[in-house]
C-alpha cells in the first residue's frame, strides 16, 4: 500500500464517551433541521477493476442503492468505515478532508488505473486535510454514486478500523455513534461478507464456489437478522466459527460489519442482496427503515 499521513485526531475505545464527544467536534448540528432517522448500510465493495466491470451484478446493486440514499434518506452528511485503513489496537482516528482526494492504494493494476482523479463526492470545506480516500471506499462509490447520474454532494468522513480482532471493540464504537442518525448522518460500511483471495487466485476460472462462501455467508446473514437485542452475541460469535477463518482469514473485510450492526440500535437488519463468487461472497444489508427526508 502506498504511504499517506493520517489523521492526528483521535480518540480512544472503549470510552464511548469519548467516541460521541470526537463525533460532537466533527459535526456541529446545532443548526440542522430535525431529520428523518437515517438507515444504516454494509456494502460489498470489490477491488479497482471492479469499477469497469459493469455486468458484475454487485455493479448495479451497488448503483441501486446509491440512488436510495441520495433520492430518499438524502442524507446530510456520511461516516464510513472500510476495510482499507487501519490503525492501532486501541485508537480509532478520524478522517476530515478538505477535498476528496484519492488514494492508489493497490499494486499491479494497468496505468488508467492510476489516473482517476476525483470519485462521485463533492468538494467540502472542512477544518484540515488529513488523508485521502482509499480504495475500499472510493471504487464502490463510483458505481453507487455515479458522477454524472447520481452526485452525493454531501460531507464525507471516513473513520479507520481497529488493528485488532476483537468484534465488540468496534460494535461498541458504533453504538456510541448511532445517535448521529437522527440528525441526518448516514453511516456506510464497506467490506466484504467472504474474502479469501488466496483461494480466489488458486481457483480462477473453475466456475466453482468455495463451501464457506455459502456457509458463512448464510451465518452472517442469520446474526445481522436475528432480534436487535440478541445481534451483538450472534455477530460476535461468528468469528469463533469452523469456518471463519477460511472465509476471512484476515479480519479487515468483515469487521466494518460490526460498525454498522452498533450503529443499528434496536433497528432490524435486512440482507438486501448476495452473491458467492468462489472465495468471496458479496452482500448488501440495511439496518432500519428508508423514510424520506
Known amino acids: 500500500m502506498s504511504s499517506v499521513p493520517s489523521s492526528n485526531f483521535q480518540f ?3 470510552n464511548t464517551k469519548s467516541t460521541t464527544q470526537a463525533s460532537s467536534k466533527i459535526f456541529d448540528s446545532s443548526h440542522l433541521k430535525i431529520s428523518p432517522r437515517t438507515p444504516v448500510y454494509f456494502l460489498g465493495i470489490g477491488g479497482p477493476n471492479f469499477m ?3 455486468h458484475h451484478p454487485a455493479h448495479a446493486k451497488l448503483a441501486a442503492v446509491g440512488w436510495e440514499i441520495t433520492t430518499k434518506a438524502k442524507p446530510k452528511a456520511v461516516i464510513v468505515f472500510s476495510a482499507h485503513w487501519q490503525g492501532g489496537p486501541n485508537n480509532i482516528k478520524i478522517n476530515v478532508a478538505e477535498q476528496t482526494d484519492i488514494i492508489y492504494d493497490f499494486y499491479g493494476f494497468p496505468p ?8 462521485s463526492i463533492a468538494n467540502i470545506e472542512v477544518e484540515r486535510v488529513e488523508r485521502g480516500l482509499d480504495h475500499g471506499v ?3 462509490f463510483v458505481a453507487a454514486f455515479d458522477p454524472k447520474k447520481n452526485l452525493l454532494s454531501v460531507l464525507i468522513v471516513q473513520v479507520l ?8 471493540q468496534h460494535y461498541r464504537v458504533g453504538q456510541a455513534l448511532e445517535g448521529l442518525r437522527d440528525e441526518g448522518i448516514l453511516i456506510i460500511s464497506t ?3 467472504v474474502h479469501n483471495l488466496r483461494d480466489f487466485r488458486a481457483m480462477r476460472g473453475t466456475g466453482e464456489n468455495m463451501p464457506y462462501a455459502y456457509s458463512f455467508n448464510e451465518a452472517l446473514k442469520e446474526a445481522v437478522t436475528t432480534e436487535p437485542k440478541e ?3 450472534r455477530i460476535s460469535a461468528l468469528l469463533r466459527r469452523s469456518d471463519a477463518r477460511k472465509a476471512h482469514p484476515t479480519l479487515e473485510h468483515i ?8 450503529a443499528a440500535g434496536l433497528d432490524l437488519g435486512e440482507r438486501l442482496w448476495t452473491f458467492p463468487e468462489g472465495s468471496l461472497s458479496w452482500a448488501q444489508y440495511r439496518f432500519g427503515d428508508v423514510v424520506a427526508a
Open 138 to 140: 472510493w471504487v464502490g
Open 255 to 262: 469487521l466494518p460489519i460490526y460498525f454498522a450492526a452498533g
Open 161 to 168: 478500523l481497529y488493528n485488532s480482532e476483537d468484534p465488540d
Open 12 to 14: 480512544c475505545a472503549p
Open 112 to 119: 488508467h488505473y492510476y489516473e482517476y482523479e476525483e470519485t
Open 191 to 193: 467490506g466484504m461478507a
Open 231 to 233: 445481534r451483538q452475541g
Open 52 to 54: 469497469e466491470n459493469t
